[in-house]
């Protein structure tokens, strides 16, 4: 058995295209979204009155249906404060990294040879970044110098190419294992 409501509120807009057909066709949409919206707040007061009137007993308000809310229940979703997520998260490699233990020491080099405007970018970038320092590289190769980087410590490395002696291409490469990298 279907219970009717008392009061119903019209869900559907009441305008429509065809009652702007006599118009021209640029002022149809203008006209058609004015009267729309008319509607749309003749329609909220309704609702409000509606709800002042029948106090309690007023249908409840509609939840929008979004993403979040008609999403089905998966196995597979991580819900918030699961402990083996938690766990995982203290104990990863990157943890120390991730929860700033580590202070960065930024070592930034450049291409062999680099031109006055790379080396101004390249002191600009130290500005910016704090712990930086700068390596000018003068033919010594890249290995080398990821080598000699990790042997003093340094958390990462920013190389600057540049290309018709401007600072084209930079590379950024982080030792979070120092023992692994090639």
């Known amino acids: 058995m279907k219970t009717v409501p008392l009061f119903q509120v019209k869900k559907t807009p009441t305008v429509t295209k065809d009652e702007f057909k006599h118009l021209p066709k640029t002022e149809r949409g203008v006209a058609l979204r004015k009267a729309l919206k008319k509607n749309k707040r003749a329609r909220q007061a309704e609702r409000e009155k509606l709800r002042e009137t029948l106090g309690d007993a007023a249908p409840p308000k509609e939840v929008p249906k979004t993403i979040e809310s008609t999403r089905e229940y998966d196995v597979t979703m991580v819900q918030d404060n699961d402990e083996e997520i938690e766990h995982d998260e203290a104990h990863d490699e990157f943890a120390a990294y991730f929860n700033?233990?580590?202070?960065?020491?930024?070592?930034?080099?450049?291409?062999?040879?680099?031109?006055?405007?790379?080396?101004?970018?390249?002191?600009?970038?130290?500005?910016?970044?704090?712990?930086?320092?700068?390596f000018s590289r003068k033919g010594v190769p890249l290995k080398k110098v990821v080598k000699q980087s990790i042997a003093r410590s340094y958390t990462d490395l920013i190389v600057v190419h540049e290309d018709q002696k401007k600072p084209s291409d930079i590379i950024v490469l982080r030792f979070l294992f120092p023992h692994h990298v090639t």
């Open 100 to 134: 700033r233990e580590t202070t960065p020491k930024v070592l930034i080099t450049m291409s062999p040879f680099a031109k006055k405007t790379t080396w101004k970018f390249c002191f600009e970038l130290q500005k910016c970044i704090p712990n930086a320092e700068i």
